[in-house]
């Protein structure tokens, strides 16, 4: 796995985000409107970068927002970005359309995660196929990777669980490889540490109905039983384009698209 940037100098952390961007000094230079000549003396400390020069090389090198901060607070600069706690009144409206997306997205399953995977909202899809789950992992904070991949969470209904696990544990990794966070790291060590449940090799003859024969896929589905039946759904996540605020840019909107006929199907017949 990809370590964590090192060097504390903004020199080394801009050298470290574009030798993982795999971007030559001369392409940085040529997309900054700069020289490579100066990028090579921003990097080796040579020279000291503007505030606008930090925020250009980090817009370039796709730097996230909360680790841009870091990098100005390195080139001795004040933070740009705010974090705004999701509860302040200036978030409202950001609030109410979040709830407005979940509520229409209904009975498909929606949640909202913050960078850690902590669940900042969910509608009533999810709340059905988290029903029976043990109080301790619904208990606040609620945590989507915990709840999904622990033994006594949804992790046992999961009919193809290996490759499920192998997705969201490899999307972890993923996202260490961008930011340095050592909750994330955390939780990803304790995740990964937890046993597989005995179905963990999968079982489709769970499936019920006339409408369970295979389907063909056209993106790793999520397979969950649900009383009786296995129900697949295809996972789609979106973020805040151009966020200018730490909080905004780390949440993530997870829907869940029902993967085949009988799951729309079963899905509908549950709306009053």
């Given at each position: 796995m990809t370590t964590a940037l090192s060097g504390t100098g903004v020199g080394p952390l801009l050298r470290g985000w574009r030798e993982r961007r795999r971007i030559s000094q001369l392409e940085l230079a040529l997309r900054a409107g700069s020289s490579a000549r100066h990028v090579s003396f921003i990097e080796t400390g040579r020279s000291r970068p503007s505030e606008e020069m930090v925020l250009r090389l980090a817009e370039h090198l796709d730097v996230p927002v909360r680790e841009r901060n870091a990098l100005l607070l390195a080139a001795g600069y004040a933070p740009r970005y705010a974090e705004t706690p999701l509860g302040d009144p200036a978030m409202e409206a950001l609030r109410e359309g979040m709830e407005r997306l979940l509520q229409g997205y209904e009975p498909y399953p929606?949640?909202?995660?913050?960078?850690?995977?902590?669940?900042?909202?969910?509608?009533?899809?999810?709340?059905?196929?988290?029903?029976?789950?043990?109080?301790?992992?619904?208990?606040?904070?609620?945590?989507?990777m915990r709840i999904t991949l622990h033994p006594e969470g949804l992790a046992p209904r999961i009919r193809n669980l290996p490759e499920w696990r192998g997705h969201l544990l490899h999307q972890m990794e993923r996202q260490m490889a961008l930011v340095r966070s050592g909750a994330l790291r955390s939780l990803y060590d304790e995740v990964a540490a937890y046993p597989l449940p005995q179905n963990a090799a999968g079982d489709e003859s769970e499936a019920t109905g006339p409408d369970s024969a295979p389907y063909p896929y056209f993106a790793l589905p999520l397979r969950i039983e649900h009383e009786g039946r296995v129900l697949s759904f295809v996972s789609s996540i979106s973020t805040f384009n151009t966020p200018l605020d730490v909080t905004v840019a780390e949440l993530a909107i997870e829907t869940f698209l029902p993967a085949d006929p009988a799951t729309v199907k079963y899905l509908q017949s549950l709306t009053p």
């Amino acid at each position: 796995m990809t370590t964590a940037l090192s060097g504390t100098g903004v020199g080394p952390l801009l050298r470290g985000w574009r030798e993982r961007r795999r971007i030559s000094q001369l392409e940085l230079a040529l997309r900054a409107g700069s020289s490579a000549r100066h990028v090579s003396f921003i990097e080796t400390g040579r020279s000291r970068p503007s505030e606008e020069m930090v925020l250009r090389l980090a817009e370039h090198l796709d730097v996230p927002v909360r680790e841009r901060n870091a990098l100005l607070l390195a080139a001795g600069y004040a933070p740009r970005y705010a974090e705004t706690p999701l509860g302040d009144p200036a978030m409202e409206a950001l609030r109410e359309g979040m709830e407005r997306l979940l509520q229409g997205y209904e009975p498909y399953p929606a949640l909202v995660v913050d960078g850690t995977y902590h669940v900042l909202a969910a509608n009533r899809g999810i709340a059905m196929l988290l029903d029976g789950l043990p109080e301790h992992l619904l208990s606040p904070p609620l945590n989507a990777m915990r709840i999904t991949l622990h033994p006594e969470g949804l992790a046992p209904r999961i009919r193809n669980l290996p490759e499920w696990r192998g997705h969201l544990l490899h999307q972890m990794e993923r996202q260490m490889a961008l930011v340095r966070s050592g909750a994330l790291r955390s939780l990803y060590d304790e995740v990964a540490a937890y046993p597989l449940p005995q179905n963990a090799a999968g079982d489709e003859s769970e499936a019920t109905g006339p409408d369970s024969a295979p389907y063909p896929y056209f993106a790793l589905p999520l397979r969950i039983e649900h009383e009786g039946r296995v129900l697949s759904f295809v996972s789609s996540i979106s973020t805040f384009n151009t966020p200018l605020d730490v909080t905004v840019a780390e949440l993530a909107i997870e829907t869940f698209l029902p993967a085949d006929p009988a799951t729309v199907k079963y899905l509908q017949s549950l709306t009053p």
